[in-house]
């Protein structure tokens, strides 16, 4: 009995092999030659570490032991028993939420202005790039931290009008501001991404509304917005997704502490600190996992509200 | 919507130009600062020094306990060009394959490559590093290169697949009747074609890789391992403010290559940007 079941699951297996190796539609096995680097890649390093990760969730692991099952443990410790997971939290939903709309807020007015057919839009495009473009290095943290110095051109500035300001990276509550600041900075690539919008609406819209007397924030309010729409729900999206994730300022500005007093503790501040400072792995992947929840929730929930909001033009 | 008359449009030039310059005036002033004495650096405020010196180039450069930026630099520099190979490489055969061959389950490996692109690093570093870990791999720019030769970057993939779609068909089904199998197809025809897409690739791992400091900081610890991104952290626990216009010096020159990377080639860049939204 046993022998002829293996006998059938060996032919089967000889008659699957030959059709993968021989399949008519396609060209056999060859694609799969050229897929195998990421085939292995998502393997080892994707699906594997995301199901690992997981399963560390829901132990406590600190690298040199092994993984000890607690189950819910980690997570009911974050939000009941950890108070500086509860200020990273505060602090970095303040930091994306404050952030992302002031940076989208300049990158579609400067958008605007650079579109209106004037000269030089290229050149202006590049230089307002160029934050975007090393303001996540350690260079422009270490910078940040002269220029929002006790002594630094900021207090210095603000100085001339008369105010007196304290260090702003030495100062809890205004230590966030530096680092909000720095990503509001970096507006040129979003603008870049709705000056390609902008360029999509077709000029008959403009005309056609001119001939009937629209005046140019009438055409602002009933053209440029709602076309360039899905453009703002993309970036919304992209820079929400990028700045919960957030590192590198933080941890140089702060010196790796998320100070002066856990102000500047960003959510992967602190799962760094948990994870490689202290080796509590399993608790950082918790936290991991509640980080990969908290983006995915509000991600759909910017793709649910879009509904109401965003044009699409069919 | 062309503007009404001249004096508009010298107004708008104007405030256009005021906002790059409180925008790029902090780069600037870490420029300037780092050519200043370092006694001027917060008394002079002017951005032209008074007087200049690049005495912060020389001491900074010596690097911390012996170590030089010419250790740092090489270090980068090999690991962006391991990265730049592996990504262009591998990136390159898995779009070909995505976007003309045809195969089982090729939707819904597509999918699974959007969707890889969509989870946070955060979630895969710990059993990554782990991983890393029992392999031998640490103080090595194994943990950082290697995954970079199995298409990891979804994001290339993704790039190159729109960019291959956008090629004529008949050039492949020419190259088919001529007698060329997939593998000549790939390196004769496609290869050549897509040199824009191999361009926007590599730049943008340089710059990535370049400004990465997450990965490297958990991965290289050795002194005369690192790179220069992690040299400057070092260097501010080290000397903090005391050293500042050193500081600024090196942190400056390690953007430099940056933006010489932007200024050639910023034609792709912002193509790259206004057609896939990224960073």
Known sequence: MLHKAQAILYLKGVRMMRRVLTRRRGEGLIPYLFLAPWLIGVLAFSAIPIFTSLYLSFTNYNFIGTPNWIGLRNYLTMFTDDPQYLQSLKVTFMYVFVAVPLELAFALGLALLLNRGIGGLGTYRSLYYIPSLIGGSVAIAILWRQVFGAEGIVNQTLGVFGFDMPSWIGTPGYAVWALILLKVWQFGSPMIIFLAGLKQIPSDFYEASSLDGAGRWKQFAHITLPMLTPILLFNAIMQMISSFQAFTPAYIISEGTGGPVNSTLFYTLYLYQNGFGNFQMGYASSMAWVLFIIIGVFTWLAFKASDRWVHYDN | ?279
Request: hydrophobic share 55%; proline share 4%.
């Open chain 2, 1 to 279: 919507m062309a503007l009404a008359n001249r004096y508009q449009k010298i107004l708008l030039h104007t405030l256009i130009i005021a906002g790059v310059v409180i925008m790029l005036y902090p780069i600037l002033w870490m420029l300037s600062s780092s050519l200043k004495p370092s006694e001027l650096i917060f008394t002079d405020n002017s951005l032209w020094p008074k007087k200049v010196t690049m005495d912060h180039y020389i001491k900074g450069w010596a690097g911390i306990s012996k170590t030089t930026f010419t250790t740092y630099y090489l270090n980068s520099i090999t690991l962006v060009a391991i990265a730049i190979i592996g990504n262009v490489v591998s990136c390159s055969l898995a779009a070909y394959a995505f976007a003309r061959l045809e195969f089982k389950a090729k939707k819904l490996m597509f999918g699974l490559m959007l969707m890889t692109m969509m989870i946070p690093l955060h979630v895969l570093v710990i059993p990554q590093y782990i991983m890393f870990n029992k392999l031998d791999w640490m103080n090595t720019i194994l943990p950082i290169v290697v995954p970079k030769f199995f298409a990891t970057e979804g994001f290339f993939v993704f790039l190159t697949v729109q960019f291959i779609r956008s090629l004529p068909r008949e050039l492949d089904q020419a190259a088919t009747v001529d007698g060329c199998g997939p593998f000549r197809i790939y390196t004769k025809v496609i290869l050549p074609l897509i040199v824009p897409a191999i361009v926007t690739t590599t730049i943008f791992t340089f710059i990535w890789t370049w400004n990465d400091f997450f990965s490297q900081l958990l991965y290289l610890t050795g002194q005369e391992k690192l790179t220069v991104t992690l040299a400057l952290r070092i260097f501010l626990d080290a000397m903090g403010e005391s050293a500042l216009g050193s500081l600024f010096a090196m942190s400056f020159l390690s953007i430099v290559p940056v933006f010489l990377m932007f200024m050639f080639f910023q034609r792709f860049i912002v193509e790259g940007i206004a057609t896939s939204g990224i960073k």
